[in-house]
Nanobody
Framework: QVQLKESGGGLVQAGGSLRLSCAAS????????MGWFRQAPGKERDFVAG????????YYADSVKGRFTVSRDNAKNTIYLQMNSLKPEDTAVYYC?????????????????WGQGTQVTVSS
């Protein structure tokens, strides 16, 4: 079992920045590929970014490419999502997720472990 807990959400003005963290506990975190997803009210949960277990590879949704950066510190069992140039349409609950994969999944069903989410609200 892997337990995941997000933090760092909050209210920010458009154009601002936030850094989300996802702390993992339990089994060997450094072997897990990790992803960030988000879900806006009334919408489906969508893939945002992912990072391979050794941080060799990252992948981003087109909507956040160039503005968001995913990273990880395996020594601290933590992944991060640095979000810059935030827009009102980035408002959502952000979730981190993990699984043992040799690639970066973008579908919800490919991740076994999920955090409870952290709210990000971007005001215009």
């Amino acid at each position: 079992q892997v337990q995941l807990k997000e933090s760092g959400g909050g209210l920010v003005q458009a154009g601002g920045s936030l850094r989300l963290s996802c702390a993992a506990s339990g089994r060997t975190f450094e072997h897990y590929v990790m992803g960030w997803f988000r879900q806006a009210p009334g919408k489906e949960r969508d893939f945002v970014a992912g990072i391979s277990w050794a941080a060799s590879f990252t992948y981003y949704a087109d909507s956040v490419k160039g503005r968001f950066t995913v990273s990880r510190d395996n020594a601290k069992n933590t992944i991060y999502l640095q979000m810059n140039s935030l827009k009102p349409e980035d408002t959502a609950v952000y979730y981190c997720a993990g699984d043992l994969r040799s690639y970066i999944p973008i579908r919800i069903a490919e991740y076994t472990y999920w955090g409870q989410g952290t709210q990000v609200t971007v005001s215009s």
